[in-house]
């Protein structure tokens, strides 16, 4: 019989703060009755994303026997960091232009909270609804930047606030672009950021980008 690796929450030292929950990045780990637990362990990849975020060492890593084949991790897991294409700008007939993103993954919910290309980097931080509004988002706003995307609506505001807080905390960020819809519900993730900056104690400079909802740029403005 095959053996797996996954994690292990100890009960007795678990005090369901969830500060593990965002760093899970297939949505398994959750806090039931006030303890984090694994609700589905079949794709629990045995990774350990969780492990360093608990401040009471209620996390660890087990193998055991598994009856079934263990889930295949999603891809979205696998942290990448690359170089871009090139220069991005107008492209020439018949010619795909190149892309400014240079990391993987992008979704803050999957993004580790340690992860190399943070390290001096310059974020942006942006609404899911804006690389599609903007046509030239990867000229005007990922180029030089590391991406991060979530929903202010639709999204977990509590975990998005503190994954971001945990990443301003424990890395040399030197500033953050917010880009969001002009839209009521969309300038929440600009108050997500803020109260993230505020919380890592960090003088991260704060950078608002507003997208029309016919495309382009309304306005731009240093938030902080």
């Known amino acids: ?12 030292k678990c005090v369901g703060c969830g500060k593990c929950v965002p760093n899970c990045g297939h949505g398994v780990l959750k806090v039931v009755d006030s303890k984090a637990l694994i609700v ?3 794709y629990c990849d045995g990774l350990g994303a969780c492990l360093g975020v608990c401040p009471l060492g209620a996390i660890s890593i087990i193998e055991r026997k598994a009856e079934e084949p263990a889930a295949t ?10 170089a871009g294409d090139g220069e991005v700008g107008a492209s020439h007939e018949g010619e795909t232009p190149p892309s400014a993103l240079t990391q993987w993954p992008v979704q803050l919910s999957l993004v580790p ?20 509004a903007l046509a030239d988002f990867h000229g005007l706003l990922l180029r030089g930047r590391k991406l991060l995307v979530g929903c202010p609506k639709l999204g977990d505001v509590a975990a ?5 807080t945990a990443i301003l905390r424990q890395n040399n960020i030197r500033s953050m672009t917010v880009a969001h819809m002009e839209v009521p519900c969309c300038r929440g993730l600009l108050a997500l950021a803020e ?7 960090k003088p991260i400079a704060l950078e608002e ?14 938030a902080r």
């Open 160 to 164: 998005y606030a503190d994954k971001l």
């Open 113 to 132: 909270v340690h992860a190399a290309f943070f390290d001096g980097a310059d974020v942006l931080l942006s609404a899911d609804c804006v690389p599609f």
């Open 209 to 222: 980008v507003v997208v029309g909802g016919r495309g382009g740029v309304q306005s731009a403005v240093r």
């Open 40 to 42: 589905d362990d079949a």
């Open 195 to 201: 109260r993230a900056a505020a919380a890592s104690g």
């Open 73 to 82: 991790p999603c891809p979205g897991a696998a942290v990448l960091s690359f």
């Open 1 to 12: 019989m095959s053996t797996r690796h996954v994690v292990y929450i100890d009960e007795e």
